[in-house]
């Protein structure tokens, strides 16, 4: 049972431009949680969605930042004219079930590595 | 919404020493602590979690503590080895996971 898989590993890209990251849930698993880390620090909750639904946003920025989980494929977090500020690790978490008011096990994948020059 | 406070942020021990993490959260309504371990570069792994309507649960030299009352829960490991050194986090959810700041432990051989 292959984890969960995230691509790119490592992106470099310059001010202005568009980053897109990609996380395929363990298979069996219909929720994916996005996580921002920046250097020396905690992991902060960002989004969470179920197939073509966002469940929670809460932690998601106004601005430039969108996240899906399409029916087929996998779940995509995009960032728009992205800004030094938004050089960090992204990591993406599945988790099996979830019943109402309850929290199942997160699996995180390997992360992407986003640099903004 | 929740918080989760974590202590030490360092914490360093010498090898087959104990050492202890301590996590408060601010929600009551929070029912799941899992703690994670995370190497230098590496993805956060699972090492234990517990839920609310537990107060301890233990794997080999790993333990978790909940203590519901005060909101605080507790990651202990005994017998220390080197490869136990990373950034230990802890974190508190009603449905996503809300870290704590993390705890760099370093055990000396």
């Known amino acids: 049972n292959a984890g969960v898989m995230q691509n790119p590993r490592h992106l470099v890209r310059r001010r202005g431009q568009e980053a897109r990251l990609r996380c395929s849930p363990m298979?069996?698993?219909?929720?994916v949680y996005w996580y921002r880390q920046l250097p020396e620090e905690g992991l902060k909750f960002m989004v969470y969605l179920q197939k073509e639904n966002i469940i929670d946003e809460s932690g998601m920025p106004k601005e430039r930042f969108s996240a899906e989980f399409p029916k087929e494929g996998p779940s995509i977090l995009r960032i728009q004219q992205v800004v030094r500020g938004d050089s960090a690790a992204y990591f993406c978490?599945?988790?099996?079930?979830?019943?109402?008011?309850?929290?199942?096990?997160?699996?995180f994948g390997p992360g992407t590595r986003l640099t903004v020059l | 919404g929740e918080n989760v406070e974590q202590h030490p942020s360092t914490l360093s021990v010498q090898e087959g020493d104990s050492a202890v993490i301590k996590c408060t959260y601010s929600?009551?309504?929070?029912?799941?602590f899992p703690w994670y371990k995370q190497e230098l570069g590496k993805r956060p792994q699972l090492i234990i979690d517990i839920r609310s309507n537990v107060g301890e649960k233990k794997d080999q030299r790993i333990a978790v503590t909940l203590n519901k009352t005060a909101k605080h829960f507790s990651l202990h490991i005994t017998e220390t080895q080197p490869e136990d050194s990373a950034v230990y986090f802890c974190a508190g959810s009603q449905g996503n996971l809300i870290f704590g700041k993390g705890t760099k432990l370093s055990v000396k051989p």
């Open positions: 298979k069996g698993h219909s929720h």
């Open positions: 929600d009551s309504a929070s029912n799941y």
């Open positions: 978490a599945s988790s099996p079930f979830l019943l109402a008011g309850d929290t199942d096990t997160q699996y």
